[in-house]
């Protein structure tokens, strides 16, 4: 098992940065996992934004960050951060991390685990 939890949200605005964390806890090592990251904005549908394999190696983006959001872990700190650049209004949503998808890494249902989201707000 794992728990997950992320900091790093806020106000910006539009042009601006954020860097959201997620720091893991629990038995389970936490470079065993790939990770993930979503989003969902108030009425509408988790949406994928990214994700990293267990070593880093490899990163995963949804065509709407890609370029201006970046990935990455520390698994010496259980550490998964979201770099985010260029924030847009669109980009207002609630941020989330997730772990150790079962199949496919695009879909929430895949994850077996959960933080508990990080608001992020872009001004116009």
């Known amino acids: 098992q794992v728990q997950l939890a992320e900091s790093g949200g806020g106000l910006v605005q539009a042009g601006g940065s954020l860097r959201l964390s997620c720091a893991a806890s629990?038995?389970?090592?936490?470079?065993?996992?790939?990770m993930g990251w979503f989003r969902q904005a108030t009425g509408k549908e988790r949406e994928f934004i990214g994700a990293?394999?267990?070593?880093?190696?490899?990163?995963y983006y949804a065509d709407s960050v890609k370029d201006r959001f970046t990935i990455s872990r520390d698994n010496a700190k259980n550490t998964v951060y979201l770099q985010m650049n260029s924030l847009k209004p669109e980009d207002t949503a609630v941020y989330y991390c997730?772990?150790?998808?079962?199949?496919?890494?695009?879909?929430?249902?895949?994850?077996?685990?959960w933080g508990q989201g990080t608001q992020v707000t872009v001004s116009s």
């Open positions: 990293v394999t267990w070593n880093g190696m490899s990163t």
């Open positions: 997730s772990a150790d998808p079962s199949d496919s890494i695009y879909y929430s249902k895949s994850y077996k685990y």
């Open positions: 629990g038995r389970t090592p936490f470079s065993s996992y790939t």
